[in-house]
Antibody, heavy 122, light 108 residues
Framework: EVQLVESGGGLVQPGRSLRLSCTAS????????MSWVRQAPGKGLEWVGF??????????EYAASVKGRFTISRDDSKSIAYLQMNSLKTEDTAVYYC?????????????WGQGTLVTVSS | AIRMTQSPSSLSASTGDRVTITCRAS??????LAWYQQKPGKAPKLLIY???TLQSGVPSRFSGSGSGTDFTLTISCLQSEDFATYYC??????????FGQGTKVEIK
């Protein structure tokens, strides 16, 4: 059974940093791309970032709203994906979901974690 | 970025009803469209990909159709567990991957 478990969320002041982790199990983590999607309170879904599998270069993509502030990485030996969030803003407050991202060139989000809440407030 | 627009934003329906949700892309996306279901306080769940392919384990009362710019999600016989918010998402052109604003299906 595919499982994704996010951790690392919490309350943080504007301008500070936070690192989220996504621990995967039930599949060969290194074979898949991974993504982060967030949902602000009472709002819809917003894609945040994406990392390809090593077989496809392990390269990353970011939403314009977080580019230059957020960094996605992966440790295939531990089956963990990370989202490093720097220079946090109040508008980054959201539940952050880790997703397994299926496909070779056309990617969609086939499994989701339960989410972790990040609150940016002074 | 490709804009995805769902209609309606919300609807009220009764158990047993047939429900249709529409999603329109701002430009052609072939069949690179997914549908997700989200219940309150829970993570989204993939229902359909490639516009019409049912994800494993999803009940057959769910179906999807369309290609190009216009797509529909149909629930043939609404069940109590289907009351939720539904999102469409394009994966034809990225970044960014983009979602519709959601359609909330409520009990009449």
């Amino acid at each position: 059974e595919v499982q994704l478990v996010e951790s690392g969320g919490g309350l943080v002041q504007p301008g500070r940093s936070l690192r989220l982790s996504c621990t995967a199990s039930g599949f060969t983590f290194g074979d898949y791309a991974m993504s982060w999607v967030r949902q602000a309170p009472g709002k819809g879904l917003e894609w945040v970032g994406f990392i390809r599998s090593k077989a496809y270069g392990g390269t990353t993509e970011y939403a314009a709203s977080v580019k230059g502030r957020f960094t996605i990485s992966r440790d295939d030996s531990k089956s963990i994906a990370y989202l490093q969030m720097n220079s946090l803003k109040t508008e980054d407050t959201a539940v952050y979901y880790c997703t397994r991202t299926y496909g070779d060139y056309e990617y969609y989000f086939d499994y989701w974690g339960q989410g972790t809440l990040v609150t940016v407030s002074s | 970025a490709i804009r995805m627009t769902q209609s309606p934003s919300s609807l009220s329906a009764s158990t047993g009803d047939r429900v249709t949700i529409t999603c329109r892309a701002s430009q052609g996306i072939s069949s690179y469209l997914a549908w997700y279901q989200q219940k309150p306080g829970k993570a989204p769940k993939l229902l359909i990909y490639a516009a019409s392919t049912l994800q494993s384990g999803v009940p057959s009362r769910f179906s999807g159709s369309g290609s190009g710019t216009d797509f529909t999600l149909t629930i043939s016989c609404l069940q109590s567990e289907d009351f939720a918010t539904y999102y469409c998402q394009q994966y034809y052109s990225y970044p960014p991957w983009t979602f519709g604003q959601g359609t909330k299906v409520e009990i009449k």
